[in-house]
């Protein structure tokens, strides 16, 4: 078994910053993507972010510039800062964290989701 546990949400007025961090334990041999999503009322889940064991990243067009990610191998967690926060930014923030359990069996975990909510 793989668990993540996310923290760092919360409510933050328009232009303002969060920092989400999801920590990862358990049975992990390697892992080799990390990022989050995000699920607003009324919509699908969705890409916010990711990265990749070599450093490579990948953003939503909606938070490039504003959101990055980054990730600490050694304490196997991901971290999302988001700063000039938007309304529009509100939703509920789930990491995704994918590799592989001794064992050599693959993994996609899912944690338990973070509220965040812009407004002023």
């Known amino acids: 078994q793989v668990q993540l546990v996310e923290s760092g949400g919360g409510l933050v007025q328009p232009g303002g910053s969060l920092r989400l961090s999801c920590a990862a334990s358990?049975?992990?041999?390697?892992?080799?993507?990390m990022g989050w999503y995000r699920q607003a009322p009324g919509k699908e889940r969705e890409l916010v972010a990711v990265?990749?064991?070599?450093?490579?990243?990948n953003y939503a067009a909606s938070v490039k510039d504003r959101f990055t990610v980054s990730r600490a191998n050694a304490k196997n967690t991901v971290y999302l800062q988001m700063d000039s926060l938007k309304t529009e930014d509100t939703a509920v923030y789930y990491c995704?964290?994918?590799?592989?359990?001794?064992?050599?069996?693959?993994?996609?975990?899912w944690g338990q989701g973070t509220q965040v909510t812009v407004s002023s």
């Open positions: 995704n964290v994918y590799g592989r359990k001794w064992g050599s069996t693959t993994f996609n975990s």
């Open positions: 358990g049975s992990i041999l390697s892992i080799t993507t």
């Open positions: 990265i990749n064991t070599d450093g490579s990243t």
